[in-house]
């Protein structure tokens, strides 16, 4: 974000450069710092990912970021104004692979085993290599657009994880309409793996281990890959049952700000519903209904009002989508019925829908 790299200086546009940097970060970065620190028990926090600093950085000029004096510019003048010693808040960028020597660990690695260098030693681990990836799939937006997400970043996607608890509080899994998530497999021709639990807390991850650990034997999945946002309960379970299994996990919508996600999906052409209702701001007038531009207004207003996650981060509402690039054919519902609860608490149960062809300009 502040134009950090020697790339930077051949940048014909600074800022658009960085901005790209930060859009990619999941893809590599943060996927391995999250391993990293799962594996060291730790909780990782990422500040200068907050979607507030993030805007205001990639908003300042790239004159104050970048210049003759050297790079980073003002995040070593405001050092200096903190009161950090010149010498250290000037000193050259070194890298962290420099700074604890693990580069040099590599470089010995490398001709230990009988590469000319280390460059070519990390090309035989990789080789570009994207692991086969089964998705953990509730039938609701995240899932989806975690899933879209990497397969435009070109990762096969194997098959679909699908949890069905009994325990419609279940802290882990989505409920509402579980059962048409089959129907979802078939509009995108990706196989599904169900598997079935009481949902009882914390028991319930022994069920789920189940089922990630026979996608792997039968779909041949190195991965998996979560559409938590904030959810950290969630995620850090899932990495755990991961790491034990040496599998990979990827977060690709970690820490996206939740009115962005909600825009993005609809700039995706994304169609879905909400599923249920369980916050004070909403009532049953919002099942069945899909959402568009003037829902997400409404949500953003009741966030400013009352609080409410703008994307359900908080449990206010559950998705179900009808339709998005990944599907051949969009579904329809034909039945539905909305079970009521209190004033603001409501479910959608969805009874049949079928399959049918898309419009020629539905996604245009």
């Known amino acids: 974000m502040f134009g950090g790299y020697n790339r930077h200086k051949k940048a014909t546009d600074l800022n658009s450069e960085c901005l790209k940097d930060t859009l990619n970060i999941h893809l590599k970065d943060t996927y391995r710092d999250g391993l990293i620190a799962s594996e060291l028990e730790l909780d990782l926090r990422s500040p200068f990912l907050n979607r507030h600093v993030a805007e205001y950085a990639l908003g300042i000029p ?25 010498e250290f808040a000037l000193r050259n960028k070194k890298a962290a692979q420099y700074g604890s020597k693990f580069d040099r660990a590599i470089e010995k690695l490398a001709k230990r085993t009988g590469y000319k260098n280390k460059t070519d030693y990390l090309k035989n681990m990789e080789k570009n290599y994207k692991p086969k990836l089964g998705v953990l799939f509730s039938s609701g937006k995240d ?44 509009a ?17 991850l022994d069920d789920l281990k189940k089922a990630i650990e026979k996608a792997k034997k039968e779909y041949g999945t190195e991965g998996v890959v979560t559409g938590a946002l904030y959810s950290t309960y969630q995620k850090e379970r899932i990495e755990g049952i991961c790491s034990e299994l040496g599998m990979y ?4 919508l970690w ?8 825009h993005k999906l609809l700039e995706e052409k994304f169609h879905f519903l909400f599923s249920s209702i369980a916050a004070y701001g909403l009532n049953n007038k919002w099942l069945g ?10 949500l953003v207003k009741l966030n400013d009002k009352i609080g409410l996650n703008v994307a359900g981060e908080g449990g206010e509402f559950e998705s179900f989508v009808l339709d998005c690039p990944l599907y051949s054919r969009r579904i329809e519902i034909k ?13 959608l149960n969805i009874e049949d829908a079928i399959l049918v062809q898309k419009d020629r300009t539905q996604n245009e």
């Open 62 to 86: 790239a004159a104050l970021k970048l210049n003759e004096k050297g790079n980073k510019m003002i995040l070593r003048q405001v050092a200096e104004r903190a009161g950090i010693p010149a």
């Open 143 to 186: 899932s989806h657009f975690a899933m879209y997400k990497m397969k435009e970043a070109g990762y096969p996607i194997e098959c679909l994880i699908t949890v069905k608890s009994k325990n419609p509080d279940s802290y882990m899994f989505h409920t509402p309409n579980i059962n048409m998530a089959s129907l979802q497999s078939e």
């Open 188 to 204: 995108m021709g990706i196989p599904l793996l169900e598997q079935e639990t009481a949902g009882e807390k914390e028991v319930e």
């Open 249 to 252: 996990v990827y977060s690709p």
């Open 255 to 262: 820490h996206m700000d939740q009115e962005e996600e909600m």
């Open 289 to 298: 209904k899909e959402i568009t531009k003037n829902e997400i207004d409404e």
């Open 335 to 347: 039945k539905s019925t909305v079970i009521n609860i209190d004033e603001y608490t409501a479910r």
